[in-house]
């Protein structure tokens, strides 16, 4: 069975409608860029088996598919579709729809984790690796959650979400036969809320075929789980032929920091000069590092992340008004909000209220 990827050069609403249309869905909401939580991170291939929370160890081989059975008992509605029982090896996906559900769940994922969010809830909370959500992703945002990382989730209201489970050892050997990577180690960071239409592609590509029923066979299983790592490994790297900045990449601990000032700060205006000083850079020298290690520039991801603020601000307080929604998320006028708003998410502040109350 043969199957082609989507378009890669889709705008916000051709994306949307791609992921949602054909559930005849009418949420019609979509974020495009947003910055990595990291550039890239390597982490080392344990020589031992996983151990879970519930004392039970797993081979490599079994991981994706005991993640998945443990999965199904631990949520307590049925999913929308699931490979538990295609005998389908290197990854696993499950579908999960649902609306009013409120779930707790705390736990160590013994392979990498894939998110797709495809209907955010109203209320989420999930902390793993370095990342800490207080808020909705967006609609077609991506999660990589690596193995062994602790991970605590909380969600409250309707969601559509699909989770895909990768077996590491698959990871590291793509890594090393397809991008030359050393095959002990696997390049697999803690990110969220990616925008990557090749790697959102080949979930959706998963996705697909999961619905249909797995039609394709383990072979073409196997095919996707490739793809997605070769999707996921370019990503994390960045194009082979980019040499490194002079300046580098702005440090982890370094960029922690500067991230908590501007959310810290939001509702003001934080200046190039005033992030600048927190990583103890100049202007200059803080700008390139802080681009190199989110793939954007400092005012670019500080809008970013006030869109976001609005999001949240127009799906859970109705009775503000687009002026203090706007104030709130720290933009300096109504008029300035709505045109950043509707460039980054394709609908106006009006039209995504309006399809956050529907669904």
Request: charged share 25%.
């Amino acid at each position: 069975m043969s199957f082609e990827l989507k378009s890669l050069g889709l705008d916000g609403e051709d994306l949307t409608k791609e992921i949602l249309g054909c559930e005849n869905n009418g949420h019609e909401t979509f974020l495009r860029p947003q910055p990595d939580v990291e550039a890239f991170q390597r982490l080392r291939l344990p020589d031992y088996p996983y151990i879970m929370d519930r004392g039970v160890t797993w081979t490599r081989e079994e991981n994706s598919l005991k993640e998945l059975e443990a999965l199904q008992k631990i949520v307590p509605f049925a999913p929308l579709a699931t490979s538990y029982g295609m005998a389908w090896k290197g990854l696993q996906a499950v579908r999960y729809r649902k609306n009013d559900s409120e779930l707790s769940w705390v736990g160590t994922p013994g392979t990498h984790v894939l998110v797709l969010t495809i209907r955010p809830p109203q209320k989420m909370q999930l902390r793993y690796g370095e990342v800490k959500r207080d808020m909705p992703p967006p609609v077609g945002s991506i999660a990589v959650v690596p193995a062994g990382s602790r991970v605590r989730l909380r969600w409250q209201g309707s969601l559509d979400v699909l989770l895909i489970y990768l077996e590491p050892s698959l990871v590291a050997r793509v890594a090393a036969e397809s991008c030359e990577f050393d095959a002990t180690r696997t390049v697999a960071p803690a990110l969220d809320c990616l925008n990557v239409p090749e790697l959102r592609s080949a979930m959706l590509a998963v996705d697909a075929e999961l619905r249909a029923g797995g039609r394709g066979g383990p072979q073409l299983a196997e095919s996707l789980a490739t793809i997605l790592c070769v999707h996921l490994i370019r990503h994390i790297t960045g194009p082979r032929q980019r040499t490194p900045s002079a300046d580098g990449v702005l440090p982890r601990c370094k960029l922690h920091r500067v991230i908590e000032y501007i959310m810290e700060n939001l509702d003001g205006s934080p200046t190039l000069e005033q992030m600048a000083a927190v990583a103890h850079l100049s202007p200059y020298h803080f700008a390139r590092q802080f681009r190199a290690a989110t793939g954007l520039a400092p005012y670019q991801y500080v809008i970013g992340r006030r869109i976001e603020r609005a999001q949240q601000l127009l799906r859970e307080e109705d009775d503000l008004g687009l002026g203090e929604v706007a104030f709130r998320a720290g933009f300096s006028d109504q008029s300035h909000f709505s045109a950043h708003f509707k460039r980054i998410v394709g609908v106006t502040p009006r039209q995504f209220r309006m399809s956050a109350r529907i669904a």
